[in-house]
């Protein structure tokens, strides 16, 4: 049985994990680098070490050092979060040889889905719709005008790699065939280190429909339905619902068996989420697969009421699925907003620095997923995410009213956030109707630019006066000075057990 996970992640994930943890009576681990010394998850875990220098690739990316940590703490697991080495094949073949438990799925199913090639042959061969394209890698230029003539525009030009919106490139005019093409390589290629390329139908009017799915190792699968994720910037999720205003409960029923199928496909263990495109008219087709914990993955836990790390934990520990999918059904409705250090009034640039105040939403059917403090500086080798709200409610509308309470009783300053914007997004009749797709963003831009708008601003003129004198006496609070040897209190805590236990 699990005593100790080894978190190999930072921010709002590596928190959420370890609570799940501790309320599991088991011992956790954090990891942390040069620019992470006063980062929250360090004083969440009963232990904590220094692993390298800010940028990932000398520090969460290490893995040699990340299993030395794991040797020295006598972690027995390694949960590896999302993003960093959650789908990294090698990690969980090197976790697997030092005899640590990795909480996902085998190199073997993590290397398969991670391919979008394999994964397309793979879901072909399990009678999965998948979206009409190829199924190689292109090989010429000359080879691509053949491909995509075939198939006939729009499409999308995508990287075998890709991950994260990255790599992917829309096509729907003949002369930007070629240079849509260079571009998509060339950012796989710096992304990835892989410029491998193949082509796929542009679905028109995609709506990014996914399903949550749990496997464990005796050949159970169960889905826990679906998330609907089409409101979308540059290819990546910004807000999140569950249940899906297109669904039918026919549909969700074809499509939860395709889920499981395709987990069972690749002998999955653990939690996974399968993507698929669907259009107007519902017709589906697999997109991929993403073999760890999803960003969005609280809402599901809120309307299906299944702690999903809790889930993977007793996985990776060998017990059977305690769920049945009969036992399993959606209650209310969920949403969430994924709230970024950036600006929407200037091109959503990144805006890391110090965090002058912060007040958290709070109240019945709110679920705040966060990490910074009053006195934390967002560094800016990292995710701009500052954290995900997330709210529960019967009935859609009731979450949509809830989640702008909350959007609304939000509030940070020193730093620029997305909250606004969201705030827009609620308020947008595209939304509220549910009647959106991938384009939403794009199609609304407008009345989403116009953020001095924010209904619930202009009734509570009063809060606002009284937030923005607060905010003016704030605005003298300094940064603290850390030098690369200074303690924090907070710091020395969490590496002796006994006290961060308390
Ligand atoms: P989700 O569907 O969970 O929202 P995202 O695509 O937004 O997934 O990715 C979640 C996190 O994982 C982000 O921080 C993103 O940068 C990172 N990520 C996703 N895919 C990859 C990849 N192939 N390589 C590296 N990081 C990735
Ligand atoms: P990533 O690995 O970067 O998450 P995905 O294959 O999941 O890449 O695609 C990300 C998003 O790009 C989808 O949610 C969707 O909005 C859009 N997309 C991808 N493929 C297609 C397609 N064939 N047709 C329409 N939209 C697509
Ligand atoms: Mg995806």
Not at 1 to 8: D, F, P
Not at 446 to 473: H, N
């Amino acid at each position: 049985m699990i005593k100790k996970i080894l978190v190999a992640n930072r921010g709002e994930i590596a928190i959420r994990i370890m609570r799940s943890c501790r309320e599991m009576g088991i011992a956790s681990v954090a990891v942390f680098s040069e620019a992470d010394r006063n980062s929250m998850h360090v004083r969440f875990a009963d232990e904590a070490y220094y692993i390298g220098p800010a940028p990932s690739n000398e520090s969460y990316l290490r893995m040699d050092k990340i299993m030395q940590v794991a040797k020295q703490s006598h972690a027995d697991a390694i949960h590896p979060g999302y993003g960093f080495l959650s789908e990294n094949a090698e990690f969980a073949d090197l976790c697997k040889k030092e005899g640590i438990i990795f909480i996902g799925p085998s190199s073997h199913a993590i290397s398969t889905m991670g391919d979008k090639i394999t994964a397309r042959k793979k879901m072909l061969a399990a009678n999965v719709p998948v979206v009409p394209g190829t199924t190689k890698a292109l090989s010429s230029e000359e080879e691509a005008l053949e491909v995509i003539h075939g198939i006939g525009l729009p499409v999308m030009i995508k990287a075998t790699a890709g991950g994260g919106g990255k790599g992917m490139r829309l096509v729907d005019k003949e002369e930007e065939i070629l240079s849509s093409l260079r571009a998509a390589k060339s950012e796989a290629m710096t992304a990835f280190g892989n410029d491998e390329v193949y082509v796929e139908k542009y679905i028109s009017s995609p709506h990014h429909i996914e399903f949550q799915i749990l496997a464990d190792n005796h050949g159970n699968a169960i889905h826990l339905f679906e998330r609907e994720c089409s409101i979308q910037r540059r290819h990546q999720k910004v807000v999140e619902e569950t249940p899906s205003p297109l669904m039918t409960p026919e549909v969700r029923e074809e499509m939860g068996k395709y889920a499981t199928a395709a987990a069972l496909a690749v002998d999955y263990s653990g939690a996974g989420t399968i993507e698929f495109i669907m259009d107007d008219n519902l017709n589906y087709y697999f997109l991929e697969m993403n073999t760890r914990l999803q960003v969005e993955h609280p809402i599901t836990e809120r309307v299906v009421g299944i702690d999903l790390v809790r889930e993977q934990i007793n996985i990776a520990n060998n017990k059977e699925l305690s769920y049945k999918q009969e036992d399993l059904s959606q209650n209310g409705h969920a949403i969430e907003c994924r709230i970024y250090a950036e600006d929407p009034e200037n091109n959503f640039m990144p805006s890391p620095g110090l965090i002058q105040h912060i007040t958290e939403p709070l109240g019945f059917g709110v679920r705040h997923d966060g990490y910074v403090y009053e006195g934390y500086e967002i560094p800016i080798y990292y995710d701009p995410m500052i954290s995900k709200l997330i709210v529960w409610g019967k009935t859609r509308q009731e979450a949509i009213d809830r989640m702008k309470r909350a959007l609304f009783a939000y509030k940070i300053t020193g730093v620029k956030t997305s909250i606004k914007f969201l705030e827009r997004i609620m308020n947008a009749p595209d939304f509220v109707s549910g009647k959106y797709n991938t384009h939403f963003i794009e199609d609304n831009k407008k009345f989403l630019a116009d953020m001095k708008k924010c209904e619930g601003d202009c009734k509570a003129m009063a809060i606002i006066a009284a937030f923005v004198d607060y905010d003016e006496r704030l605005k003298n609070l300094q940064p603290a000075k850390i030098t690369a040897n200074s303690m924090s209190n907070w710091k020395t805590c969490g590496r002796k057990k006994s006290i961060a236990r308390l």
